[in-house]
């Protein structure tokens, strides 16, 4: 029995692992990617600095899916430019859970 429920745990755990709910996005790096790539035309509040950023800390824009915005961060929108090759999905992914820390 004692085998059995080690087992269990062990694919449990995998399972976990697989399905990428042991690796959620981490939005204090979010914080410091957002510094350095985003924070001269979004602001350090996600206000926006310039004419057409999106404001982040009103939401409309934050009502989208994670998988939404990562694909506009990935392929770039108006002026913005795209950040494919520049950061992992992963990276994606933290600046996106960090972006939704700016709604007020």
Same mark, same amino acid.
Request: proline letters at 4%; one cysteine or more.
């Given at each position: 029995?004692?085998?059995?429920?080690?087992?269990?745990?062990?694919?449990?755990?995998?399972?976990?692992?697989? $399905?990428? @709910?042991?690796?959620?996005?981490?939005?204090?790096? =979010?914080?410091?990617?957002?510094? !350095?790539?985003?924070?001269?035309?979004?602001?350090?509040?996600?206000?926006?600095?310039?004419?057409?950023?999106?404001?982040?800390?009103?939401?409309?824009?934050?009502?989208?899916?994670? $998988?939404? @915005?990562?694909?506009?961060?990935?392929?770039?929108? =108006?002026?913005?430019?795209?950040? !494919?090759?520049?950061?992992?999905?992963?990276?994606?992914?933290?600046?996106?859970?960090?972006?939704?820390?700016?709604?007020?």
């Amino acid at each position: 029995m004692k085998c059995l429920k080690a087992g269990l745990l062990a694919v449990a755990g995998l399972m976990l692992a697989w $399905s990428g @709910l042991a690796s959620a996005a981490d939005a204090i790096n =979010g914080g410091k990617l957002y510094a !350095r790539y985003c924070e001269n035309c979004h602001g350090g509040d996600g206000a926006g600095r310039i004419p057409g950023a999106p404001d982040f800390s009103r939401g409309e824009r934050m009502l989208q899916p994670d $998988s939404t @915005l990562v694909d506009s961060i990935k392929n770039g929108m =108006g002026m913005m430019p795209a950040y !494919r090759g520049q950061l992992t999905t992963k990276e994606l992914f933290d600046l996106t859970a960090y972006l939704r820390t700016l709604r007020r």
